[in-house]
């Protein structure tokens, strides 16, 4: 196909393709004539990744040269993969408190999860700790253990997810975009699950609808 067709199926302006191909994102077109190039279904699918991971995900195209490297990368293992997605994912946050990185460690050990000590999430959730605490509201952290319970229903579910794909190269995708996604995904349900349970536990709240 040619790059207006391209444009129109994957809503990705004709210029953003041609950024995208001199940037390295997408797979190398095929050249049929002088200033001609001639595109397929590959280069359909990395363009709507690529756009799910700018737009939803909210990554960097320095972060999603990194982790598309990772969905090509046939050699590289799973549990690594997901390492670069969770580390391409921005965090505003500052550098946390030995107390609250503590805290988090002291966590993961009672849970008997084996987890690299660089990984992200140890810095994020620390620094929530940090933030409770400076807003006067360190008792929010006593829902910690209840969280961790949480998130490890979440993680096996990524990973059930990971397993039920079909080929190596679609399981590295669904590694990304599970990782990066994901964290919006379960954002919005939980905003769901949270005025469900709201209304269940606090009946008044019914007569008291968002705008």
Known sequence: MRISELASLTGTSAATIKY?????????????????????????DRLRLIRALTEVGGLSIASVREV????????????????VAQRAIPRALGEPSTEALGRVHALTESRSWQVDPGNPGFAQAASVLDAYEMLGRGDLGASLASYAQAADQIA?????????????????????????????LIAGLRRIAQ?????????DSTSHRSP
């Open 156 to 184: 096996l579910a990524d990973l059930d997810a990971v397993s039920a794909s079909p080929a190596p190269e679609s399981a590295a995708e669904t590694v990304v975009v599970g990782t990066v996604l994901g964290d919006a």
């Open 195 to 203: 005025e469900h349970h709201a209304r269940q536990r606090f009946p």
């Open 20 to 44: 995208y191909a001199r940037e390295g994102l997408l797979p190398t077109a095929t050249r049929t004539g002088y200033n001609q190039t001639e595109y397929g279904a590959e280069h359909r």
């Open 68 to 83: 598309l490297a990772a969905v090509d990368d046939p050699q590289m293992p799973a549990a690594v993969r997901m390492g």
